[in-house]
T-cell receptor
């Protein structure tokens, strides 16, 4: 089975721009979660989607949004980028909401 | 308060020796799950082992075992016979039980393990 894939792997943007990151879960998995990882804050939960519905949301501003499509693929969007948004963004999928999560390789976003 | 505490920012171990990575947690929920992940320099988080709060026995997965001491709220990861490829960041995480079956995981700050030849 193919693992979780994330695109793009690397991204450089400037302040004020917006960005969309994509995640394709493991085939058959219906839950997708997003995390932000920075040296200062560690790994922080952004949101979780299950069957196209957002089930949980972490403590992030409204500039961070996401969605999930009927094929379980998910996208997250960050609008009006700030320097502090530079991070590794990790996507994880699981078969059901409370199952073990499998992570993708991440998208490394740099905001200049 | 920190829900997951990993007190060892860095650990060094000789190849083929065993190493224990510490993790303590804080929750008032009787139902929770504890996870350990490995993150090599490539960035991908790799699931290692899971322990449920109601599991009677300590979890084991190959060279990995979880020393679960519920009363002390600790869930230490033991890696036996360390290999050079074990050099990575290791994260302890917890998912607390929630009505409705949805769990939001929290992660510790991680421990950097370096295995020396």
């Amino acid at each position: 089975k193919a693992g979780v894939t994330q695109t793009p792997r690397y991204l450089i943007k400037t302040r004020g721009q917006q960005v969309t990151l994509s995640c394709s879960p493991i085939s058959g998995h219906r839950s997708v979660s997003w995390y932000q990882q920075t040296p200062g804050q560690g790994l922080q939960f952004l949101f979780e989607y299950f069957s196209e519905t957002q089930r949980n949301k972490g403590n992030f501003p409204g500039r961070f949004s996401g969605r999930q499509f009927s094929n379980s693929r998910s996208e997250m969007n960050v609008s009006t980028l700030e320097l502090g948004d530079s991070a590794l963004y990790l996507c994880a999928s699981s078969a059901e909401l409370d199952n073990e999560q499998f992570f993708g390789p991440g998208t490394r976003l740099t905001v200049l | 308060a920190q829900k997951i505490t990993q007190t060892q920012p860095g650990m060094f171990v000789q190849e083929k020796e065993a190493v224990t990575l510490d993790c303590t947690y804080d929750t008032s929920d009787p139902s929770y799950g504890l996870f350990w992940y490995k993150q090599p320099s490539s960035g991908e988080m790799i699931f290692l082992i899971y322990q449920g709060s109601y599991d009677q026995q300590n979890a084991t997965e190959g060279r990995y075992s979880l020393n679960f001491q519920k009363a002390r709220k600790s869930a230490n990861l033991v890696i036996s016979a360390s290999q050079l490829g074990d050099s990575a960041m290791y994260f302890c995480a917890m998912r607390e039980g929630r009505t409705g079956g949805s769990y939001i995981p929290t992660f510790g700050r991680g421990t950097s393990l370096i295995v020396h030849p």
